[in-house]
């Protein structure tokens, strides 16, 4: 694949990327704000409470074949047929074993509506693994836009039938029925839109072939959702679940940014990284691209969240959410950042170090699980700090090991993020000082977002900065050409 087509292909990517992560978090923040001053701290507090059950599941249901698929090149008719059906039959057995272990769950949290809540909510997981395979060949042909428009789709339906039920006054089931739905709903599009279909012959023996790959990524990935998720576990069983519906809000809101930019980023890296994975020198020079256009996208949307994060609260969802604040700023400055992890590890997938990917994930997971234990004393906060700091530390480590993989030094990470760190800082240093003294909350709110956006671009502009200067390009080329049609 020549420079510019596989530049054309990135920046098409990017482009729907954007226009479908973007979609998805406008609707999700219009949803977002409508379901939360309807519902509780409480309601969204046990729907947190499964969130682990939610995350191993789909962990066991994908077991690392997705990413092992698009890992290879030549991935055959019998390798996607195979793939199918193990998710399909595991996800039913998986369906069964909760559906029988849900009274235990709800023993566990002393929450005796988690048993009918839990077999309604795990009916995605069945579902959602009809359309593990088609979707995986869309991300492997790079077919953004079609992807877009069924994740517009179900978060459109979803979304509505959660309002629905909220506005009847069906509390925590708005939550179920939404998140049950999403999943449902990707999954249907995507079997129904992609033209593969499995065949009816069921032979798992290419599994073989993925498996020394995809099998550490599924033990990383069951110990990722493990510690992940084990601070909700913790907090909901020691405090309650309105402790643990402030904390969901708080993450959920920086969880929507951060999906934006990841989802825009992940839709083209690992793809692209494949198609350059033989040409060193060219694979450094496109993955310092993608780590300058996640910095210069990620930078201003998740500080800036942070920086409004108070009048954001106030305006949309109101005073009762005010102790999701300080969770939401913290959760925003690791979100920040965290595209950053996704280029690491998506680089590690490409050059088949599966091996790596497991034991520095298992090990920085075993460090946040006893920082969080070591903290819990200290209070809900405290332990959040903790487990974000291991994060960090972790971003490290993964660069240490690109670096032995591509030669990419942390000076020269440093001085691709740098700039744009630095700009955003200023830029709302200016606009804080500018706007200290405005009272009227919406008016704050607008001023900052104003503000701070024109001073950026501007900055950006007189810096001659060429990521800046290729974008604004697409998008004038993109406009162009609809206005030609």
Request: charged content about 10%; aromatic content about 16%; glycine content about 8%.
């Amino acid at each position: 694949m020549t420079e510019t087509t596989l530049k054309q292909k990135t920046a098409k990517g990017l482009f729907w990327g954007g226009i479908s992560s973007g979609a998805q978090q406008l609707l999700g923040v219009a949803f977002g704000i409508y379901l939360a001053r309807m519902l509780t701290a409480d309601d969204y507090g046990l729907i947190g409470m499964l969130a682990i059950f939610t995350g191993i599941v789909n962990t066991i249901i994908n077991s690392g074949f997705s990413i092992a698929l698009i890992n290879k090149k030549d991935a055959s008719e019998k390798d996607y047929n195979a793939v199918f059906w193990f998710s399909f039959f595991m996800g039913l057995s998986l369906y069964i074993i909760l559906f029988f272990c849900a009274p235990s769950i709800a023993r566990f949290y002393e929450r005796p509506e988690l048993t009918l809540i839990s077999r309604v909510l795990f009916i995605g997981f069945f579902l959602g693994c009809i359309g593990l395979v088609p979707y995986t060949i869309m991300s492997k042909q790079l077919k953004v836009k079609e992807q877009s428009i069924i994740n517009i789709i179900a978060i459109l339906i979803s979304g509505i039938t959660g309002i629905f039920l909220a506005f009847k006054g069906f509390a925590y089931w708005a939550l179920v029925a939404q998140n049950a739905l999403y999943s449902s709903l990707l999954s249907i599009q995507a079997y129904i839109i992609s033209p593969w279909k499995p065949t009816f012959y069921i032979n798992f023996h290419p599994l073989k072939k993925l498996f020394s790959f995809s099998v550490k990524l599924f033990i990383t990935n069951i110990f990722v959702q493990i510690s992940g998720n084990f601070l909700s576990v913790l907090v909901g069983k020691l405090y309650n679940a309105t402790q643990l519906g402030y904390y969901t809000q708080g993450q959920k809101w920086m969880g929507m940014g951060n999906m934006f930019i990841g989802g825009m980023i992940s839709s083209v890296a690992q793809p692209i990284l494949v198609q350059v994975n033989e040409e060193k020198e060219r694979q450094v020079n496109v993955f310092r691209k993608m780590i300058r256009f996640g910095a210069f996208i990620s930078f201003p949307l998740m500080l800036g969240l942070a920086f409004v994060s108070r009048e954001f609260i106030l305006i949309t969802i109101r005073e009762k959410w005010l102790p999701s604040i300080p969770f939401l700023q913290l959760f925003c400055i690791w979100g920040a950042f965290a595209y950053l992890s996704a280029l690491f590890t998506n680089l590690i997938y490409t050059h088949g170090k599966s091996n790596i990917y497991m034991y520095i994930t298992i090990a920085i997971g075993l460090l946040q699980l006893l920082t969080v234990v070591l903290l819990h004393r200290l209070g809900i906060f405290s332990m959040v700090i903790g487990y974000l700091f291991v994060y960090f530390i972790s971003l490290f480590v993964w660069q240490y090991y690109v670096r032995r993989l591509i030669g990419l030094r942390l000076r020269d990470t440093l001085r691709d993020i740098s700039p744009y760190l630095f700009i955003t800082l200023v830029c709302f240093l200016i606009t804080w000082f500018l706007t200290k003294n405005i009272i009227n909350l919406y008016l704050l709110l607008i001023s900052k977002i104003i503000i701070s956006g024109i001073l950026y671009l501007l900055i950006l502009k007189m810096s001659n900065s060429t990521i800046f200067k290729e974008s604004m390009n697409f998008l004038f080329m993109k406009k162009n050409r609809s206005v030609m049609k």
